[in-house]
T-cell receptor
Framework: KQEVTQIPAALSVPEGENLVLNCSFT??????LQWFRQDPGKGLTSLLL?????REQTSGRLNASLDKSSGRSTLYIAASQPGDSATYLC?????????????FGQGTILTVHP | GAVVSQHPSWVICKSGTSVKIECRSL??????MFWYRQFPKQSLMLMAT?????????EQGVEKDKFLINHASLTLSTLTVTSAHPEDSSFYIC??????????????FGEGSRLTVL
């Protein structure tokens, strides 16, 4: 059974810092991995999608890497801003499954203070 | 990215009543939509897969008679919580993707619906 773990559970940093969020998964047979952002009481906003054949994806200040063989992904946020404060979730889609069958991590709660 | 909209964003109901939640894909056609449930401070759990024009597929442990799903068109899926009880109180989120194989399988999520059963 696929399990997804995110470390740290919570992170508080001053504005301007670069930071790294970690995601690990137990079964390397994945189709893709997706990073999401969730604001309190809101739905999920897709940040980055990495296919199993890819090593990384970038969007603005965000960079996500994927090392499928070791079961790890990292989300790098450059020059953090208070508006980045949210819960960040990673989710994997196992190979051979419906594309909705994502397995989510518990999330990392990020607080960026001015 | 694509837009998925849910309605209502929050609802309070009495125990024993039924509540319907709508999920719409606004700018694309979604042959398949997915319903998730999220308890406080926990991650999302897939409840069921909603297929346009056919019966939904439920995950193990999810009561299909309690959580009725209808996917009547390529842009609308509904989740009806029947005879709701306080333990059904939760945050329900839907998601959708384009037609199978498009955009690499990226999922887009609605804003979520907070259900509180008194």
């Amino acid at each position: 059974k696929q399990e997804v773990t995110q470390i740290p559970a919570a992170l508080s940093v001053p504005e301007g810092e670069n930071l790294v969020l970690n995601c690990s998964f137990t079964d390397s047979a994945i189709y893709n991995l997706q990073w999401f952002r969730q604001d309190p009481g809101k739905g999920l906003t897709s940040l980055l999608l990495i296919q199993s054949s890819q090593r990384e994806q970038t969007s603005g200040r965000l960079n996500a890497s994927l090392d499928k063989s070791s079961g790890r992904s990292t989300l790098y946020i450059a020059a953090s801003q208070p508006g980045d404060s949210a819960t960040y979730l990673c989710a994997v889609r196992p190979s051979g499954t419906s594309y909705g069958k994502l397995t989510f991590g518990q999330g990392t709660i990020l607080t960026v203070h001015p | 990215g694509a837009v998925v909209s849910q309605h209502p964003s929050w609802v309070i109901c009495k125990s024993g009543t039924s509540v319907k939640i709508e999920c719409r894909s606004l700018d694309f056609q979604a042959t398949t939509m997915f319903w998730y449930r999220q308890f406080p401070k926990q991650s999302l759990m897939l409840m069921a897969t909603s297929n346009e024009g056919s019966k939904a597929t439920y995950e193990q442990g999810v009561e299909k008679d309690k959580f009725l799903i209808n996917h009547a068109s390529l842009t609308l899926s509904t989740l009806t919580v029947t005879s709701a009880h306080p333990e059904d109180s939760s945050f329900y989120i839907c998601s959708a993707s384009g037609t199978s194989g498009s955009n690499g399988g990226e999922l887009f999520f609605g804003e979520g619906s907070r259900l509180t059963v008194l």
